[in-house]
Antibody
Framework: EVQLLESGGGLVQPGGSLRLSCAAS????????MTWVRQAPVKGLEWVSS????????YYPDSVKGRFTISRDNSKNTLYLQMNSLRAEDTAVYYC?????????????WGQGTLVTVSS | DIQMTQSPSSLSASVGDRVAITCRAS??????LNWYQQKSGRAPKLLIY???SLQSGVPSRFSGSGSGTDFTLTISSLQPEDFATYYC?????????FGQGTKVEIK
């Protein structure tokens, strides 16, 4: 059974930093691209970043480019999201998501999410 | 960026009703269109991928159709557990974008 368990969320001041982690199990971690998706309170879903199975390829939307860094440790089956220069608009539940197989794959499996609150 | 527009934003329906939700892309995305269901306080769940392929374990009352720019999610006979918010998402190119969601409520 695929399991994704996020941790590291919490309250941080504007301009601060936070690192999210996602522990994966139930599949061969290095074989799958991974992604982070966020959802602001009472809002829709927003793709935040993706990383290839090897970690060689990373992708970001303009809204977080230069502030967020996605990475992975395949020896630990763990995905990370380093978030710097946080803003109030980054407040959201952050989901760790595994891609399906192949190119143009959907977001197949989702973790339960971890809440990040950016506020003074 | 590819914009995804869903309609309606919300709908009220009764158990047993046939429900259709549409999603339009701002440019052609072939069949790279996925549908997700999100219940209150829960993570989204993949229902349909590649426009019309049913994810394993998803009931057959859910179906998807369309290609290019226009897509539809249909629930053939609405069940109590189907009241939720539904999102479309394109996987044609980055940034991967979602529709704004359609909330299905009990009439």
């Amino acid at each position: 059974e695929v399991q994704l368990l996020e941790s590291g969320g919490g309250l941080v001041q504007p301009g601060g930093s936070l690192r999210l982690s996602c522990a994966a199990s139930g599949f061969t971690f290095s074989s799958y691209g991974m992604t982070w998706v966020r959802q602001a309170p009472v809002k829709g879903l927003e793709w935040v970043s993706s990383i290839s199975g090897s970690g060689a390829g990373t992708y970001y939307p303009d809204s977080v480019k230069g502030r967020f860094t996605i990475s992975r440790d395949n020896s630990k089956n763990t995905l990370y999201l380093q978030m710097n220069s946080l803003r109030a608009e980054d407040t959201a539940v952050y989901y760790c998501v595994r891609f399906g197989s192949g190119s143009n794959a959907p977001f197949e499996y989702w973790g339960q999410g971890t809440l990040v609150t950016v506020s003074s | 960026d590819i914009q995804m527009t869903q309609s309606p934003s919300s709908l009220s329906a009764s158990v047993g009703d046939r429900v259709a939700i549409t999603c339009r892309a701002s440019q052609s995305i072939s069949n790279y269109l996925n549908w997700y269901q999100q219940k209150s306080g829960r993570a989204p769940k993949l229902l349909i991928y590649a426009a019309s392929s049913l994810q394993s374990g998803v009931p057959s009352r859910f179906s998807g159709s369309g290609s290019g720019t226009d897509f539809t999610l249909t629930i053939s006979s609405l069940q109590p557990e189907d009241f939720a918010t539904y999102y479309c998402q394109q996987s044609s190119s980055n940034p991967r974008t979602f529709g704004q969601g359609t909330k299905v409520e009990i009439k």
